[in-house]
């Protein structure tokens, strides 16, 4: 070694100037963050349309014994409501004798069967439930004057039921929103999966409400002879709520209840027929 570069030797050592061309990357950081976020991002996108999709094909299939097993847990509450009345259990058993007359018209699988209760909610609404379960909200008894209106949309949700459409919906919920949860965790993980189940489950819901509607109508017209009446709650609906008219498309999980009307009046018979009064203790009786 030089005298000159010998440690102790009284000279000084300085390192050599890196040439700036040496390790420097010509991709600023923010860049590759933005392209792996990007990616990432369009992956999972991929992925959980996949998961739902695939719920959705495979959930149908699910033996619908087995779907009614586990609605039994969910809905053991509701079914094991007391009347709070005579006139309330004669309700019950009448919605109950309604169902099965339309359910025996529309061609139900054979293990299907239909069991109603009444929700004790005042909105005007019905909703169908797994295991072939269908909850009549009191607000619907109270806004509807005939028989054969409530038969429509008691109708629509056998429809549901007979497609399985609850079950569908289910399958492809809960798998996006546990593919989400697993990607982010915690509560933001929960807030993306909803927003998402939500913009997924739209496209599809529509197409099922329309299908919904024709095995109603039809429904009808075997269990009546004719249609008339099917469009009293839809009226009302259009009346009372008519910002459900202005919503996007997009943004509605239902056709728009004028679409709706308009479909159902064009299959009422040229001549109007009689309607039934509501079963059991009716509003106003």
């Known amino acids: 070694m030089p005298p000159e570069t010998r440690p102790g030797a009284g000279t000084e050592y300085s390192n050599p100037e890196v040439p700036h061309e040496v390790n420097v990357s010509e991709r600023t950081p923010l860049r590759d963050f933005l392209r792996l976020s990007i990616?990432?991002?369009l992956s999972v996108v991929a992925v959980s349309a996949t998961v739902f999709f695939t719920a959705r094909l495979w959930a149908p299939l699910i033996p619908f014994r087995y779907e009614m097993a586990v609605a039994d847990a969910v809905v053991e509450k509701i079914g094991?409501?007391?009347?709070?009345s005579p006139c309330e259990a004669q309700t019950r058993r009448a919605l109950q004798t309604l169902a099965d007359g339309l359910a025996a018209k529309m061609?139900?699988?054979g293990e299907m069967t239909i069991r109603v209760h009444v929700g004790s909610d005042k909105t005007p609404n019905a909703f169908?439930?797994?295991g072939g379960n269908i909850v009549i909200n009191r607000g619907l008894l109270e806004h509807v004057h005939s028989e054969n209106a409530l038969a429509m949309v008691m109708a629509h949700e056998i429809g549901h039921i007979k497609?399985?459409?609850?079950?569908?919906?289910l399958g492809g919920g809960i798998a996006v929103a546990l593919l989400f949860s697993a990607a982010f965790g915690g509560s933001d993980?929960?807030?993306l999966a909803g927003w998402a189940l939500?913009?997924?489950?739209?496209?599809?819901s529509r197409s099922q409400e329309e299908r919904a509607d024709k095995e109603a109508l039809a429904a009808l017209q075997a269990y009546y002879g004719h249609t008339s009446g099917a469009d009293e709650f839809f009226a009302y609906i259009v009346e009372k709520y008519p910002e459900l008219a202005r919503l996007p498309a997009f943004a509605s999980t239902h056709p728009s209840?004028?679409?709706r009307l308009q479909t159902i009046r064009a299959s009422f018979p040229p001549v109007p027929r009689p309607l039934k009064p509501l079963p059991g203790c009716s509003k106003g009786k």
């Open 39 to 41: 990616g990432l991002g």
């Open 80 to 84: 094991k409501e007391s009347p709070s």
């Open 107 to 109: 061609a139900l699988p």
């Open 128 to 130: 169908a439930m797994l």
């Open 163 to 169: 497609h399985r459409d609850p079950i569908v919906s």
């Open 189 to 191: 993980g929960g807030t």
């Open 198 to 204: 939500g913009l997924t489950q739209m496209s599809f």
């Open 257 to 259: 209840p004028p679409s």
